[in-house]
């Protein structure tokens, strides 16, 4: 039986056939504690964000949370789930919802929320109209609570760099919203647009912790 060689004999070996080589040259053991420490990088954990009032639980599964009449921003929001090692979380449940494009809650029924679950390789995405402001809220916003089996549960919000109230720097203008706790939630948007419609994507990805 063949003895599994350890991740740094496996390196060592490699350099030494100069099937690795870095650019511009370093030592062997410059270059084996670089990568190990590169590999062992973690990642950091989404930051969390206040639950809000509005949450309600058995949200039905849904990948689409506006109507096909909804007015407003037609919005894609996709992302892939996390753990810290960078590893894909398939499985995980994802509840989202929103204000509609007039800044009001749906409190009786379903109407801008859904629940959804990561893909094979962690990745999620729903569709939706881009969310209202609304009196106690500064910021546009889409709350999510993420939970998977062996990792903590996180309660987060999603948030917008061109959101009006940002003023078109959200690094400096980011806490106008004093709930906007960090730069990390406000994510870029792009826009895809031709004479006969426009349509906003962002991309979040999620970090959960271990228990």
Request: proline residues 10%; aromatic residues 10%; contains cysteine.
């Amino acid at each position: 039986m063949h003895s599994v060689l350890s991740r740094r004999d496996a390196l060592s070996k490699c350099f030494a056939a100069g099937l690795l080589v870095a650019i511009p040259p370093l030592s062997q053991s410059t270059l084996l504690a670089m990568w190990e420490q590169a590999e062992g990088r973690r990642l950091k954990p989404t930051p969390p964000n206040d639950l809000g009032p509005f949450y309600k639980p058995q949200a039905p599964l849904a990948h689409r949370l506006s109507r096909p009449d909804d007015p407003g921003l037609p919005l894609s929001v996709s992302g892939t789930v996390f753990d810290v090692n960078g590893e894909a979380l398939p499985d995980a449940k994802l509840e989202v919802w929103q204000a509609d494009p007039s800044g009001h809650y749906d409190n009786e029924g379903f109407h801008y929320r859904g629940t959804l679950s990561s893909g094979r390789g962690g990745q999620y995405d729903f569709e939706t109209n881009m969310p209202g402001h609304y009196p106690s809220r500064v910021a546009q916003h889409i709350h999510y609570k993420v939970t998977a089996p062996g990792h903590k549960a996180l309660v987060t919000q999603l948030y917008f760099a061109t959101d009006p109230v940002f003023e078109g720097d959200p690094d400096k203008n980011y806490r106008k919203d004093p709930l906007v706790e960090s730069r990390e939630l406000v994510r870029p948007v792009r826009v895809f647009a031709d004479p006969q419609s426009i349509h906003a994507a962002v991309v979040f990805e999620i970090v959960l912790e271990r228990v």
